[in-house]
């Protein structure tokens, strides 16, 4: 099969060497997208009466709801008997609607614009394509490859057809794929090759030929009427960034703003620009994991300012499967979660340096607490640095460690994973620093950066 797959690749690639020499050319450089939060004035989902604390509740929902999918697709690929027969096989997908990022996009020959999750924890790209039967509402139109020449559904009786976790033959031998979600949502679809384009922020049309992507058209559930479809930017064979692979040198990286600035606009960079470097830069290893989508760590050690350092189990137990990488860093988690023994040391050591009353949370949300309405701004809370193998040290100051929940109510941002068994470096730590992933070099780096200003 490995073999098979590489030659695949390769012919691919070969094949599409003409339609890529722009890019190609442009890769030398690299080049930049925006990111859209979901909580962004710039946002369809933004709600303009909604509060600070009522955003960070929803949030912290999601985060759990993202941890348990985590676990639940780690626990089906580490089984190939489920993998194989499982009827409910989501490892390439999230659950619905608990996304954090968006991104535009455009499909097709003349191109149809999109509004996209664009989303570390998958790989499959997809969109709602007409015919639709039985879809969930979109507010945009359905794409409709009908009307593009360069749209090809592919056979399934190709090696990118076996790359999807669960596939079936269409009537006329066409790749249908089908994923079902815990909520009983599902997606039902053609792979199919498409011309995908994004607007650089250099001002540039970038566009990829023969992109493989889902053609849905069944779906149901609890999705998003303001959203389209999703980009995967994970690690498996049918991510966008393993798709655009040579061209840009396997390489990608985000700078995420404080949640304190609503306005600002992320940046998703590709190839050159994705070059994170710096005094200040740390790099530590990306570990091989199951599934491949996710973009498993090694977390050595965390440490609580002038309080010490708290040990971290080697490995991560998710069922009877145990995963080499213990924490998963992905930016569509809002929240850190880490186990409860751990997360119990780090509260201790917290609690004990920042001297402020305790409180508990009126949402029930977080483990730790202050009161700060005797202190207010002055409020002076520990850095907390998280160490991970190859000595990459990554100190997170109050505003990656700390939000506030309640009025004069501030709670440390790490939460147990209790329950659920997954550790995830979730976004609110990542903000305001440079993140650079190397899926050839199997390396992430760090490197502190004002990302409103990037």
């Known amino acids: 099969m490995t073999s098979s797959i590489s030659s695949f690749w390769a012919t691919f690639l070969i094949l599409s060497s003409v339609g890529f020499l722009p890019l190609l050319a442009f890769g030398r450089e690299g080049f930049s997208v925006d990111l859209i939060h979901r909580d962004s004035p710039k946002s369809p989902h933004y709600d303009p009466s909604s509060t600070p604390f009522s955003r960070l509740r929803e949030a912290a929902e999601r985060s759990r709801a993202r941890a348990i999918y985590f676990r639940d697709a780690i626990q089906k690929t580490s089984s190939i008997s489920s993998a ?28 149809e614009k999109f509004l996209a999750i664009a989303d570390t924890g998958s790989d499959l790209i997809w969109v709602q394509c007409k015919p639709c039967e039985e879809c969930y509402p979109q507010k945009a139109p359905l794409f409709d490859p009908h009307a593009s020449s360069t749209y090809k559904v592919i056979s399934c009786n190709t090696d990118s057809c076996s790359s ?3 596939t079936s033959c269409g009537e006329e031998s066409q790749c249908e794929y089908k994923y079902g979600y815990g909520d009983g949502s599902l997606v039902d679809g053609f792979l199919s090759s498409e011309t995908l384009s994004f607007d650089s922020t250099g001002g540039r049309r970038i566009q990829v030929p023969s992109t493989l992507f889902g053609c849905t058209h069944r779906s149901n559930g609890t999705f998003s009427k303001n959203g389209a479809g999703l980009v995967g930017l994970g690690g498996g064979k049918l991510s966008l960034i393993r798709q655009l692979g040579s061209a840009i040198e396997s390489k990608f990286s985000y700078c995420l703003p404080s949640s304190s600035q609503a306005s600002a606009t992320s940046r998703l960079n590709f190839g050159a620009s994705a070059d994170v470097s710096g005094s200040n830069a740390v790099t530590t290893p990306l570990i091989t994991g199951f599934p491949s989508t996710f973009y498993f760590l090694s977390l050595e050690q965390v440490s609580v300012e002038g309080q010490g350092a708290v040990k971290v189990k080697p490995g991560m137990q998710i069922g009877n499967h145990t995963e080499r990488g213990n924490i998963i860093i992905d930016s569509g988690t809002t929240l850190t979660l880490v186990d409860d023994e751990m997360l119990k040391s780090i509260t201790v050591k917290v609690a004990r340096s920042a001297k402020l009353p305790q409180v508990k949370d009126p949402n029930n949300n977080f483990n730790l607490c202050f009161d700060v309405s005797g202190s207010g701004a002055n409020a002076q809370f520990p850095d907390i640095t998280f160490q991970f193998a190859g000595g990459a040290s990554v100190v997170l100051h109050q505003s990656n460690a700390f939000v506030e929940a309640a009025q004069n109510v501030v709670c440390m941002s790490l939460v147990s994973s209790a329950g659920i068994g997954v550790n995830i470096f979730g976004n609110i730590a990542q903000q305001n620093f440079h993140i650079g992933y190397n899926l050839d070099a199997m390396q992430l780096t760090f490197a502190p950066a004002d990302c409103a200003n990037l």
């Open 84 to 111: 194989l027969s499982s009827t409910d096989n989501i490892y390439s997908k999230i659950i619905p609607d608990s996304f954090e990022y968006l991104m535009s996009l455009y499909l097709g020959s003349p191109v």
């Open 164 to 166: 999807l976790p669960q």
